[in-house]
C-alpha cells in the first residue's frame, strides 16, 4: 500500500469524515477540573504498566514513555494489535474487537502479569474496557488518555453522547468510504492528531501510521462484568488542541461529575504520548 492510500492528506477529508461518523459532541457549559481524593500509588514503587496504542498507531507510539518509565524503574508492555505496524501483515477482514481484546488478555496471560496498571489511549479505550472485563482481577488502576469509554452493546462509532439511527447508518457508511478495501481506514495526518507540523516527531509519525482495521470501529462490545466497574479509574483529556469532533470532551465531563473517577486535564494534543511524554509520565505515575 502507497503512502498515499495509507494517510488522508487532506484535512477537509478529515473534517468531514469525523463530523459525519457522529463522534461530534458538544457539551453545554465547562465542567471545573476535579480531580478525586482517591490514593495514588506511591512513585516509590515499581509497577507493572501495560500500554495500549489507538487506531492507526502500534507499540512503537509508546516509545518516550516506555523509556522514562523503565527509567524510573517500572515494568512496561507496548504490545501492538492485530493487523497494525509491524503486525500490518496480518491485516485482514476478519479482525475485529474481540481480536484485539485478546491480543491484550493473551499477553496478560502468557507473562502472568498482575497488579497491572492498564491504559488506553483513543480508540484503545474500547480495548481496555473489554479487557477489564475479563480480567478485572489482575488490573490495580485503569487509565482512558483521551480514548473511548464504551458501554456494553456500543461500538467506537456508538459510544459518547446518544445518536439516532439515520446518523449511525451515515457514520457506517462514511467509515466504509474511508476503506474501500473493505478492510482498513486510511490514517490521518499526524497534525490532525495534534502533532504539530513543526514538531520534531511530526515525519516520524507520519512514517509509522498504518491503516487501521475496519470491522474494529463496527464490532459492539460485549461486558459480562461491567467492563472498568469497580476498578480504580482515571480519565485524562488532551485539551490544547482538544482532537476535532471527538467524544473525548463529553466523557471528561462525565468523569468530572463522577467521585468514583480521577480526572487530569492535559494542556497537549491527542497523541500526548508524542507531544507531552513527561508530562503524561508524571501523571501515570503520579
Known sequence: MSDSSKILTSRRAFIGAVTATGLATSVAGKAKSRVSHQDRRSTNTAQTFVLIHGAWHG?????????????????VFTPTLTGLAERAHLLSADIGL????????SLIGYYDLNDIVLVGHSYGGMVIT??????????SEIIYLDAAMP????????????????VVEQTRKTLESLAPDGIA???FPPDILGIPKDHPGYEWVAQKLTPHPLKTWLDPIQL???????????????????????????????VQT????????????HDAMITAPGELVAILTG
Open 130 to 139: 473489554g479487557v477489564a472485563d475479563a480480567m478485572k482481577d489482575r488490573i
Open 59 to 75: 507499540g512503537w507510539c509508546w516509545r518516550d514513555v516506555r523509556s522514562q518509565l523503565e527509567a524510573l524503574g517500572h515494568r
Open 258 to 269: 463522577d467521585p468514583s473517577w480521577t480526572y487530569h486535564a492535559l494542556p497537549t494534543g
Open 98 to 105: 474481540d481480536t484485539h481484546i485478546t491480543d491484550i488478555t
Open 151 to 166: 458501554n456494553a452493546g456500543e461500538t467506537m462509532i456508538t459510544q459518547g453522547p446518544e445518536r439516532s439511527p439515520a
Open 185 to 187: 481506514m486510511a490514517a
Open 224 to 254: 459480562e462484568n461491567g467492563g472498568s466497574l469497580d476498578l480504580k479509574r482515571s480519565y485524562i483529556h488532551c485539551t490544547a488542541p482538544v482532537l476535532p469532533n471527538s467524544s473525548f470532551p463529553y466523557h471528561a465531563a462525565q
